[in-house]
């Protein structure tokens, strides 16, 4: 008897760095290498699979044409629309091409980083590309922002096996799984007990600092951010930026890059 087919995934890098796939290949529970050989079918991805040219895009028309309106589609990257789209080109084709070719067949398409989701560093003013999010262009399929520069790697893996297990999981107004993006950093940090008597670090190496205070008046973005950092952490739970001593930045909301100064209070 032939074993049934796993679910076939495509996975699509557009204007990106390389990091969410970084990342995604950091994960523990479930780790992408038990993801591939016992969950999925990871049916394209430039940077892992052998294949390259010609014989890449093959296996990628090919995976569609087999698994037409049951694949998964997987985006990294934003897609840049300025000049038609000629930022990003590839096999002859622009990345918005490609995008709605392979978002036509998909059952749903999961946006990983905060440059998928919603643009990203590529889109930082004064964004030369007129670089755009997934949901931007795709507004007749199911599409599941999972952001973060990069995503925790578990949120993505736990994303995808959500899916493939129980459908669309209940999502917030940017699209973002409830599930692990529905608390703030700032509800479940560990210095929170700080903030609340109001003790603050006012440099990076003053006493407050060394005693673990909040770090709110360094520019932690913690109170307006919706990640999961706090909790499932980063490295397999090793650690996260607030207990390295640095503040939250906001890599997983709309707007990161623009949204104020790293180190400017919120
Ligand atoms: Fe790179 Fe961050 Fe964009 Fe991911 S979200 S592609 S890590 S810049
Ligand atoms: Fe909130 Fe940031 Fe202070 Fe933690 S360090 S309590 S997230 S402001
Ligand atoms: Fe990003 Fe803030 Fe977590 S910067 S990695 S959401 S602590």
Redesign the pocket.
Known sequence: LRAARRPSVIYM?FQ?????L??LTRSFAPSLESLIFDTISLDYNHTLQAAAGHAAEEARLEAMEENWGEYILIV???IPTKLNGMYGVSESHTFMEQLEQTAEGAAAIVA?????AYG???AAYPNPTGAVGVADLIKNKPVINV?????IPEVMTGTLVSFLANGVPDLDAHLRPRAFFGNTIHDRCYRRRFYDRGLFAKSFDDEGARNGWCLYELGCRGPTTYNACATIKWNGGAGWPVESGHGCIG?SEPGFWDQGGFYEPV
């Open positions: 890098p990106e760095c390389t990091g969410c970084e990342s990294d990257g934003s990983v980083g905060v440059c998928a990203g560093v590529g952001p973060g520069c990069p995503p890599c």
